[in-house]
């Protein structure tokens, strides 16, 4: 793992807003040759699915990793330099990716339905506590230019991580426009208008939305999600392994990709199951690292 990170540390500052807002927004997280490398492999991806029927020329969601001959510039995002140190500052050291998936958006003039949600789905149903814990929060990379709003921006109600419940504001959630809407802007909501490059970190219990793009430009838009080693991956587990042999993964890139010594180690890890732990302990000492948990 690169050294430069240690410079984008959490500071108490960037903790304190994301405890109480939900959210974390950190610019210049790419720079613009970046963000171009990015985009580049992203239209590689969308366009290998166009030709094999899998994409129809519109919105387009895929997971990352899908395949062993994936773009391996997506490797460098799991620990990328100026994110992955504010990853580890908020959940700590026994983390992995449980999912990472890229996000392309049209212009969709006759679009208007919204998908109000919290992550992770049941548990928000079956953790039945007055505030949910956060057990996982997502990075996502901003592509295009979202420095407006109906470009298919990003939509947050801030807070509501610490809500008990669906927000007072609006009574009717879906994801499904064929099943059920949710009608309007909740008074809280506000878009993420965010130039090129921008990283957004949110807390999995935060509501919030895609909206419609009613702009001339394509959303684009890559979302690493990190939780503990304990929780299960959304990805294929077959595929993942696979890229352990890859030349640019190294350990810390291994335990993000969800390797572990037994299946035990993910709830009571071995050093070799989290060298992440031993990272850290190197640069910051025993000290620093205990009080993480």
Not at 67 to 87: G, Q, Y
Not at 153 to 182: C, K, Q, T, Y
Not at 192 to 210: L, Q, Y
Not at 249 to 267: F, T, V
Request: glycine share 8%; with cysteine; aromatic share 12%.
């Amino acid at each position: 793992m690169r050294e430069d990170c240690l410079v984008h540390a959490l500071t108490d500052e960037e903790r304190a807003h994301f405890e109480e807002q939900g959210y974390l927004i950190v610019e210049d997280a790419m720079s613009q040759t970046v963000v171009n490398r990015f985009s580049g492999a992203m239209d590689r991806l969308y366009e290998e699915d166009v030709n094999a029927g899998i994409a129809n020329g519109e919105s387009w969601y895929s997971f990352i990793f899908r395949s062993p001959t994936e773009d391996d510039a997506f490797l460098d995002l799991l620990d990328w330099h100026t994110t992955f140190p504010r990853v580890w500052g908020i959940l700590g050291w026994n983390i992995f990716s449980y999912t990472a998936h890229m996000d392309l958006r049209p212009p969709l003039p006759e679009e208007e339905w919204l998908e109000w949600h919290q992550d992770s789905a049941r548990v928000n149903v079956e953790l039945k506590t007055s505030v949910a814990p956060r057990l996982s929060l997502k990075v996502a990379y901003f592509l295009s230019d979202m420095s407006e709003p109906g470009r298919g921006n990003f939509l947050i109600i801030p807070g509501s991580h610490l809500s008990s419940g669906v927000p007072s504001s609006f009574s009717e959630v879906g994801r499904d426009p064929r099943l059920i809407g949710a009608d309007g802007m909740p008074d809280e909501a506000i878009p993420i208008c965010v130039k090129p490059g921008t990283a957004v970190f949110f807390d999995r219990r935060m509501w919030h939305s895609r909206s419609p793009n009613h702009s001339t430009i394509t959303r684009k838009s890559i979302f690493y999600g990190y939780g503990y080693r304990w929780i299960r991956p959304k990805t294929t587990g077959v595929t993942i392994e696979r890229l352990y042999e890859h030349e640019r993964c190294d350990p810390i890139r291994k335990q993000l990709l969800g390797n572990a010594s037994s299946e035990n180690g993910r709830y009571a890890p071995k050093d070799e199951d989290v060298p992440l732990r031993g990272w850290l302990i190197e640069h910051f000492g025993e000290d620093a690292v205990a009080a993480m948990d």
